[in-house]
C-alpha cells in the first residue's frame, strides 16, 4: 500500500469512533478493514491522486509530503477541523486541495456485528461489482463485468485442485495492480458469496 493511502486509512481510524466514543485506532487496525471498505478507500485515493492537477502532485512530490496529503485528504473530504485548508500548504496549494477532497463527499466508518470496521456505503453491495474477482473453483479467476481471466491458482501438483495459498496469490495479484475490489465464490445456482481473502472462513474453502 502506497504511503498517500495508508495515511488516509489510518487517519480514518484515528480519527472515526465506535459506539463508545473511542477512536478505532484504539482497537483497530487496517487488518480489521472489511475488504470491500478497504478497496473503496483505496478506490477513492488512486482516484484523487490521478485527479490531481500537475501542479498540485508537483507540490506534494517537492514537499515530500503524500503521508500528510493522505490525512489531509480524509481530514479534508469530512470536513474535520484540519486539513489541507488550515495554512500548511504553500500559495493557493490548500484552496485547490481542499475544493479537490470536497468533490468525495463524506465517508463515515462503523464497526459491524462480525468485528470488522464497514463504510456505510459498503454496505449497500451484497453482490459482485464491476471489477471484482469471480471464481467459481479458486483456481480460475475472472473480472466482474468483462468475463476476463485475471489469474490462476491452481495446485502446481494437481492443476484440478486449489493451491494452497491461493488466497495469497488473489491479494498478490491485486497489490500488483495497485487495486483491492472483492472476491467473490459463484455457486452452481449463481449465487455470490464474498470470500474473506484475509481469513479461513468455512464457507471459503475449497
Excluded at 497489490?175 to 458469496?193: L, M, T, V
Aim: glycine share 10%; net charge negative.
Amino acid at each position: 500500500m502506497d504511503e498517500f493511502t495508508r495515511a488516509y486509512v489510518e487517519c480514518a481510524l484515528w480519527s472515526s469512533t465506535g459506539d463508545d466514543g473511542d477512536p478505532l485506532d484504539g482497537l483497530y487496525t487496517i487488518d480489521d478493514i472489511a475488504e470491500r471498505t478497504l478497496a473503496e478507500m483505496a478506490t477513492d485515493c488512486k482516484d484523487f491522486v490521478q485527479g490531481l492537477p500537475q501542479r498540485l502532485y508537483d507540490v506534494i512530490t517537492g514537499m515530500g509530503a503524500w503521508s500528510r496529503a493522505g490525512a489531509d485528504f480524509w481530514l479534508t473530504r469530512n470536513r474535520h477541523g484540519a486539513g489541507f485548508w488550515d495554512g500548511d500548504w504553500p500559495g493557493d496549494a490548500g484552496e485547490r486541495l481542499t475544493e479537490a477532497a470536497h468533490a468525495y463527499g463524506s465517508y463515515n466508518l462503523y464497526v459491524s456485528e462480525d468485528g470488522l470496521v464497514h463504510s456505510a456505503s459498503e454496505a449497500m453491495y451484497d453482490e459482485p461489482q464491476e471489477g471484482d474477482y469471480l471464481t467459481d473453483d479458486h483456481i480460475s479467476w475472472r473480472e466482474a463485468g468483462t468475463g476476463h481471466l485475471l489469474l490462476k491458482t491452481a495446485n502446481p501438483a494437481d492443476p484440478t485442485a486449489p493451491a494452497d495459498d491461493w488466497r495469497a496469490q488473489v491479494r498478490g495479484h491485486m497489490d500488483s495492480q495497485q487495486f483491492w475490489p472483492s472476491a467473490w465464490r459463484i455457486g452452481e445456482r449463481g449465487d455470490a458469496n464474498l470470500i474473506d481473502l484475509n481469513g479461513q472462513r468455512e464457507e471459503d474453502r475449497p
